[in-house]
Protein backbone atom coordinates (compact mmCIF):
# COMPACT_ATOMS: atom_id res chain seq x y z
CA UNK A 1 0.00 0.00 0.00
CA UNK A 2 1.32 3.72 -0.95
CA UNK A 3 1.22 5.73 2.00
CA UNK A 4 2.54 9.44 2.03
CA UNK A 5 2.88 11.22 5.58
CA UNK A 6 4.44 15.11 6.12
CA UNK A 7 5.73 16.56 8.54
CA UNK A 8 7.21 19.87 9.08
CA UNK A 9 5.03 22.26 8.89
CA UNK A 10 5.08 25.34 11.33
CA UNK A 11 4.41 28.70 11.74
CA UNK A 12 7.84 31.19 10.67
CA UNK A 13 8.86 34.43 10.19
CA UNK A 14 8.90 36.46 6.89
CA UNK A 15 12.62 35.77 5.52
CA UNK A 16 12.59 31.87 7.48
CA UNK A 17 13.37 28.97 6.68
CA UNK A 18 11.05 25.49 7.03
CA UNK A 19 11.75 22.19 5.93
CA UNK A 20 9.15 20.03 5.11
CA UNK A 21 9.55 15.93 4.93
CA UNK A 22 7.59 13.58 3.47
CA UNK A 23 8.16 9.82 4.41
CA UNK A 24 6.96 6.95 1.58
CA UNK A 25 5.95 3.25 1.90
CA UNK A 26 4.87 0.52 0.07
CA UNK A 27 7.39 2.01 -2.95
CA UNK A 28 10.71 3.74 -3.44
CA UNK A 29 10.77 7.13 -4.16
CA UNK A 30 13.73 7.38 -6.26
CA UNK A 31 11.82 5.20 -8.58
CA UNK A 32 8.54 7.67 -8.69
CA UNK A 33 7.63 10.92 -9.86
CA UNK A 34 7.39 13.04 -6.61
CA UNK A 35 6.21 16.40 -6.20
CA UNK A 36 5.11 19.27 -3.52
CA UNK A 37 1.87 21.13 -3.53
CA UNK A 38 0.46 23.71 -1.76
CA UNK A 39 -3.04 25.11 -1.36
CA UNK A 40 -4.01 28.41 -0.04
CA UNK A 41 -7.22 29.14 1.54
CA UNK A 42 -10.00 29.78 -1.39
CA UNK A 43 -7.16 28.96 -3.80
CA UNK A 44 -6.79 25.92 -6.05
CA UNK A 45 -4.08 23.41 -5.51
CA UNK A 46 -0.52 24.85 -6.79
CA UNK A 47 2.30 22.28 -7.56
CA UNK A 48 5.28 23.79 -6.66
CA UNK A 49 8.02 21.55 -7.20
CA UNK A 50 8.82 18.18 -8.82
CA UNK A 51 11.54 15.43 -9.10
CA UNK A 52 11.63 13.03 -11.70
CA UNK A 53 13.00 9.35 -11.34
CA UNK A 54 16.05 10.62 -13.30
CA UNK A 55 16.49 13.51 -10.85
CA UNK A 56 15.82 16.39 -12.89
CA UNK A 57 13.24 19.08 -11.34
CA UNK A 58 11.20 21.20 -11.75
CA UNK A 59 9.93 24.36 -10.15
CA UNK A 60 6.73 26.77 -10.43
CA UNK A 61 8.53 30.28 -11.28
CA UNK A 62 6.78 31.70 -7.65
CA UNK A 63 9.25 29.57 -5.56
CA UNK A 64 12.98 28.87 -7.81
CA UNK A 65 15.35 29.93 -6.24
CA UNK A 66 14.35 29.79 -2.99
CA UNK A 67 13.04 26.09 -2.69
CA UNK A 68 14.89 23.25 -3.13
CA UNK A 69 13.46 19.49 -3.77
CA UNK A 70 15.38 16.88 -2.94
CA UNK A 71 15.24 13.05 -1.89
CA UNK A 72 17.02 11.29 1.05
CA UNK A 73 17.20 7.54 -0.31
CA UNK A 74 18.63 6.24 3.15
CA UNK A 75 15.19 6.77 4.37
CA UNK A 76 12.54 7.05 1.29
CA UNK A 77 11.88 10.63 2.22
CA UNK A 78 10.86 13.43 0.08
CA UNK A 79 12.10 16.88 1.52
CA UNK A 80 11.33 20.48 0.56
CA UNK A 81 13.71 23.18 1.99
CA UNK A 82 12.05 26.57 2.10
CA UNK A 83 14.50 29.46 2.58
CA UNK A 84 13.30 33.29 2.27
CA UNK A 85 9.53 32.65 3.45
CA UNK A 86 7.18 35.00 2.22
CA UNK A 87 3.62 35.80 4.12
CA UNK A 88 2.68 34.23 0.15
CA UNK A 89 4.18 30.82 1.19
CA UNK A 90 1.35 30.15 3.85
CA UNK A 91 -0.82 27.35 3.22
CA UNK A 92 -1.75 24.00 3.26
CA UNK A 93 1.42 21.65 2.04
CA UNK A 94 0.71 18.05 0.40
CA UNK A 95 3.56 15.97 -0.90
CA UNK A 96 2.53 13.71 -3.78
CA UNK A 97 3.59 10.86 -5.70
CA UNK A 98 3.24 8.92 -9.15
CA UNK A 99 4.61 6.22 -10.67
CA UNK A 100 3.97 7.05 -14.54
CA UNK A 101 7.67 8.46 -15.44
CA UNK A 102 9.52 9.37 -17.08
CA UNK A 103 6.44 11.69 -17.38
CA UNK A 104 6.31 14.09 -14.16
CA UNK A 105 4.56 17.64 -13.79
CA UNK A 106 3.18 20.03 -11.79
CA UNK A 107 0.00 19.33 -12.70
CA UNK A 108 -2.20 17.81 -9.95
CA UNK A 109 -4.04 15.24 -12.46
CA UNK A 110 -0.56 13.78 -13.29
CA UNK A 111 -0.49 12.86 -9.47
CA UNK A 112 -2.16 9.46 -7.97
CA UNK A 113 -0.94 9.57 -4.41
CA UNK A 114 -1.42 12.38 -2.02
CA UNK A 115 -0.28 12.86 1.64
CA UNK A 116 -2.57 14.72 4.50
CA UNK A 117 -0.67 17.91 4.19
CA UNK A 118 1.05 19.69 6.82
CA UNK A 119 0.43 23.70 7.29
CA UNK A 120 2.65 26.61 7.03
CA UNK A 121 1.91 29.78 8.00
CA UNK A 122 4.21 32.99 7.46
CA UNK A 123 3.75 36.24 9.09
CA UNK A 124 5.73 39.30 9.49
Known amino acids: EVKLVESGGDSAQVGGSLRLSCEAS????????MGWFRQAPGEEREGIAS???????SYADSVKGRFTISQDDAKNTLILQMNSLAPEDTGLYYC??????????????????WGQGTQVTVSS
Open 96 to 113: AADSRVPRCTLLSVDFGY
Open 51 to 57: INSDGST
Open 26 to 33: GFTVSSYC
